[in-house]
C-alpha cells in the first residue's frame, strides 16, 4: 500500500489540562524570583507568583504561534493505545506499539487546537503571541484570569500536596470545549481505516492527552476525547484558514 495522508478530527469529552515542560521558561521565573525587587510579590510554592508564569505551560509553534497538540504528545497517545491491539499480521502476541510509532507520522510538528471564543459562535484558533504580549507583563493574576476566557481557555487553579506536610498552588490552562485536526501520514499498510480508527478511538476512550490524563501513574478524567475521520463541515472553514 502506498504512503497515503487520513485526516482525523479529535473533539473534547473531557477538559484539556496543559502543563509544558519548559526548561528556558522556568530560569525566567527564577531568574523573577531571585531578583529582591520582587520580593514583595514573592509567595514560595504558589504558581500565582509570578501571574505570568503560567504562560510557559502552553505548547505552541514556533513559527505560525499557534497554540495546539505537539506530535510527541500525539504519537505517545498512540502508543499506549497501540499496547492494546494484536499486531493483525506478526506472531508472539506482538501488538500494534512499535508499529504506531515507525509506520504513523504527523504531517506537522504541531497540531492546532481549536476553541471558541464569547465573541465568536466559530472556532478559532489561540495566537500565542498576542496572548503574551498582552499579558507577559501584567502581575495582577486575576487580570489573567479574565483575559484568558477572552481567548477560548481558562485557567485551572487547584491546591496540590507534592508532599504530606506541603501544599502548593498549581495553575495550568485548561481548555474546554476544544478541537484537533490532525493529518496523518500512513506508512505502513496494516494501518487499514479500520485500524486506524480502532487506535484513535481506544486512545481518546481509554488513554487520553495533557496533564492528568487517565494513562498517567496518577490517573484523572482529563484529555479524553472522541474522534472521526474526516473534517465535519462546521470546521471546515477554519481548517482551509489553518492551511492557508
Known amino acids: 500500500m502506498a504512503m497515503r495522508i487520513v485526516t482525523m478530527t479529535l473533539a473534547s469529552a473531557t477538559e484539556l489540562l496543559m502543563d509544558r515542560d519548559n526548561i528556558s521558561f522556568a530560569e525566567k521565573i527564577v531568574r523573577w524570583q531571585k531578583d529582591p525587587t520582587n520580593s514583595d510579590q514573592q509567595s514560595p510554592g504558589d504558581d500565582r507568583a509570578p501571574a505570568w508564569g503560567w504562560l510557559g505551560k502552553l505548547h505552541y509553534d514556533e513559527m505560525t504561534k499557534r497554540v495546539g497538540l505537539p506530535q510527541s504528545m500525539l504519537l ?79 485557567l485551572d487553579v487547584r491546591r496540590a500536596h507534592p508532599q504530606p506536610n506541603r501544599a502548593h498552588v498549581r495553575v495550568r490552562p485548561m481548555f474546554a470545549p476544544w478541537r484537533c485536526i490532525c493529518e496523518v501520514r500512513v506508512l505502513d499498510e496494516v494501518f487499514t481505516d479500520a485500524v486506524l480508527m480502532q487506535m484513535f478511538q481506544i486512545a481518546g476512550n481509554a488513554k487520553g492527552i495533557g496533564n492528568w490524563r487517565p494513562s498517567t501513574r496518577k490517573a484523572g478524567a482529563y484529555g479524553l476525547f472522541t474522534v472521526e475521520m474526516g473534517i465535519p463541515k462546521d470546521l471546515q472553514q477554519v481548517a482551509k484558514e489553518i492551511r492557508a
Open 76 to 154: 505517545a497517545c498512540l502508543r499506549a493505545s497501540g499496547v492494546l491491539i494484536p499486531h493483525p499480521t506478526a506472531k508472539y502476541g506482538k501488538t500494534l506499539k512499535e508499529a504506531s510509532q515507525a509506520g504513523l507520522q504527523f504531517t506537522t510538528t504541531l497540531c492546532p487546537l481549536l476553541v471558541r471564543r464569547p465573541d465568536d459562535p466559530g472556532w478559532g484558533v489561540i495566537d500565542y503571541e498576542a496572548l503574551f504580549h498582552k499579558l507577559e507583563a501584567e502581575d495582577d493574576f486575576m487580570v489573567h484570569e479574565e483575559v484568558v476566557k477572552q481567548f477560548g481557555f481558562r
